[in-house]
Each structure stands twice: as structure tokens, then as C-alpha cells.
């Protein structure tokens, strides 16, 4: 199995909430919709940031606002 990791930061000016709406329903279907994407990843997993959780929490804050996690099939 490979797993691939990606930190994503939303683009200066876009809101916590347009990010999150945009990579939810925009561009998670968009990727799932490549055809070699579907061939190679069995499961892709989008882990959106909730600092509100963690505003009292030293050291919690993170420049990214979410990660995505793509994982393959067993490699033989």
C-alpha cells in the first residue's frame, strides 16, 4: 500500500468556509471523477482543520487548513 499525503492551504482572501465548501463539493468530486485516479486510489480521505478546537491549545495552530489522504491498493 502507498499513501499519499498533501497539505492544502486556502487561496489569501478565501474564507475558512468557501475553502472548506469548494474542496468538499467541488474539487473532492472532481478528482474522484479522473478515471486513473479511480484506478489507483482505493480510498481518499479530506481532513479539514477545526482550529476552534484547538484556540486554547499551546502550539496547535497549523498554517495549513486541511489535509488530503490518498491511499492505494496493496502493491504486489
Do not use: N
Not at 500500500?1 to 489569501?12: D, E, G, H, N, T
Not at 480510498?43 to 495552530?61: L, M, N, R, W
Amino acid at each position: 500500500m502507498i499513501k499519499v499525503s498533501v497539505l492544502l492551504k486556502r487561496k489569501p482572501g478565501m474564507s475558512p468556509a468557501e475553502f472548506y465548501r469548494y474542496w468538499k463539493d467541488v474539487h473532492g468530486p472532481l478528482v474522484l471523477g479522473v478515471p486513473e485516479v479511480i484506478r489507483h486510489v482505493r480510498k481518499y480521505v479530506q481532513c479539514h482543520s477545526i482550529a476552534e478546537a484547538f484556540s486554547d491549545t499551546p502550539g496547535a495552530a497549523s498554517p495549513f487548513d486541511g489535509i488530503a489522504v490518498g491511499r492505494t491498493s496493496q502493491v504486489r
